[in-house]
């Protein structure tokens, strides 16, 4: 059974940080490559953060320079760390393997200005 567990939201006044945590069970972790999304009230959900098996990142540009996507394959972990957070970034944030069809029920952060 697959579980992908989000932690670490929180809320925040702009310019602040915070770090999430999503805890991989029931997957090969090393073999995947993992992104984390997330989801504004009324809108889709994108892919903010990605990460592939070897290490190499990729941002959208709206996060690029802001925050930082890694991985600890010994503890079948995602983070991404989140720094000079702005209102925008509000929204409810999930992570994703790439071999897997499941979700999380990810975890909210709220920047206030």
């Known amino acids: 059974q697959v579980q992908l567990v989000e932690s670490g939201g929180g809320s925040v006044q702009a310019g602040g940080s915070l770090r999430l945590s999503c805890k991989t069970s029931?997957?090969?972790?090393?073999?995947?490559?993992m992104g984390w999304y997330r989801q504004a009230p009324g809108k889709q959900r994108e892919l903010v953060a990605f990460?592939?098996?070897?290490?190499?990142?990729s941002y959208t540009d709206a996060v690029k320079g802001r925050f930082t996507i890694s991985r600890d394959n010994a503890k079948s972990t995602v983070y991404l760390q989140m720094n000079s957070l702005k209102p925008e970034d509000t929204a409810v944030y999930y992570c994703?393997?790439?071999?897997?069809?499941?979700w999380g029920q990810g975890t909210q952060v709220t920047v206030s200005s």
């Open positions: 994703k393997a790439n071999l897997a069809t499941d």
């Open positions: 029931g997957i090969i972790f090393s073999i995947n490559s």
């Open positions: 990460i592939n098996r070897g290490g190499e990142t």
